[in-house]
């Protein structure tokens, strides 16, 4: 019984600190302000950066918004590196020279571990931009998109502006369970942005100026990496600008791409993801990770003693109870700002299966290899 009591106040302990923790998210989701732009003539030379591989289903719609963007076209320039496509990735780039498309082919004699750092750094020393836009070649974006990002960063002048990404056209269960779960993510960045405490933020939708870019270095010291050009790079620049990064709340600037349609595309993308924080100089967002980690490592651990002793399930219930109204209050003010409210349905069942989810990711994430477009890298 007293190791049972024992047990029971670090749970509670754990869950207790937990709960705060996510209650600091809904804080900083909250100080982040719907943005709203008065201001109608905008001067910036933007440079959107795409690298793309093996990208011929997708690549031609993707090229097809960032053109039909209602910025002027005289300060807007598209560059599309072909990171060693085996298909026609290049040829449909090329379609589009007449729309001041530009395609530069990565051509890498010897094996890099980071493709996607060298062709955007590549891009980056050609450009004639001073705000560097990167997405990725599946992505779809309306027509405000880019006049948006530009006029917050007019407006309020930061360094880097991370902006909103979702999922969209779910095909079955799987991918709808991946939606909301990513919309947790981004709510996640946001809401440190918004705490003024940035950890994390998406490539897909990402903001920053040139000359800050080569200010930090670039990715020097993080070039070693598969991962990490939005991340990793986010870090550089907080650490020496930590008051200007903004998060760009409104949805025209929301980027659209796909779920994975499998389970093990899905594990080999979120390896990837998890991978990135092996190289985090920002001690306090490790400590944040292991929590989490141990805080659901808690919940299956007492689950599993349950099975033989009742009162552990107990423990369980509430660690659980706690887990899914303040996750599910969180992303109901998420899922209000992307319009996909009807998401919340699944809250309960995937806070569950996310402790699962993130038991195994936090030791395979920070492990071994994984795939990423058709190459085995770390």
């Not at 891009?123 to 992505?139: E, H, K, W």
């Not at 991370?162 to 079955?172: L, N």
């Amino acid at each position: 019984m007293e190791i049972l009591n024992l047990i029971s106040l670090f749970s509670a302990l754990l869950t207790l600190v937990y709960a705060l923790l996510v209650i600091s998210f809904i804080r900083g989701w909250h100080k982040l302000v719907y943005f709203k732009s008065g201001n109608t003539i905008l001067n910036t030379k933007v440079s959107i950066i795409v690298a793309a591989r093996d990208e011929e289903d997708n690549i031609g719609k993707t090229i097809t918004d960032l053109t039909a963007q209602n910025y002027p076209k005289h300060l807007t320039e598209i560059i599309i590196i072909d990171d060693h496509s085996t298909d026609k990735t290049a040829e449909i780039v090329l379609s589009y020279a007449d729309k001041n498309v530009k395609l530069i082919k990565l051509n890498e004699d010897k094996a890099l571990n980071s493709y996607k750092k060298k062709a955007i750094q590549t891009a980056i020393g050609t450009c004639s931009g001073d705000l560097i836009i990167t997405t990725d070649a599946d992505c779809r974006m309306g027509e405000k998109w880019l006049s948006t990002i530009v006029a917050l960063y007019e407006e309020k002048d930061y360094k880097m502006i991370s902006s909103p990404v979702g999922y969209f056209q779910e095909k079955s269960l799987f991918e709808q369970l991946q939606s909301l779960e990513f919309l947790y993510l981004i709510g996640l960045g946001a809401s440190t942005i918004g705490n003024k405490k940035p950890s994390t933020c998406n490539g897909a939708n990402l903001a920053y100026e040139k000359a800050t870019f080569y200010e930090v270095g670039g990715f020097t010291g993080i070039d070693d990496l598969a991962s990490g050009d939005d991340e990793l790079l986010l870090h550089k620049i907080a650490a020496k600008y930590p008051d200007n990064i903004g998060f760009l709340k409104n949805r025209d600037a929301i980027v659209y791409t796909h779920a994975k349609e499998n389970l093990n595309s899905f594990i080999q993308q979120r390896k990837r993801w998890a991978s990135k924080s092996t190289r985090y100089k920002n001690k306090g967002i490790i400590i944040l990770g292991v929590f989490v980690w141990i805080f659901n490592l808690s919940i299956l651990a007492n689950f599993t003693a349950g099975l033989f002793l009742p009162g552990f399930l107990t423990i369980t219930f509430y660690q659980l109870l706690v887990k899914i109204i303040l996750e599910g209050l969180f992303l109901w003010d998420v899922t209000s700002f992307s319009k996909r409210r009807s998401l919340l349905v699944f809250v309960p069942f995937l806070s569950i299966l996310h402790i699962l989810y993130i038991i195994f990711i936090g030791v395979a994430g920070n492990s071994g290899k994984y795939n990423w477009k058709g190459r085995m890298v770390k």
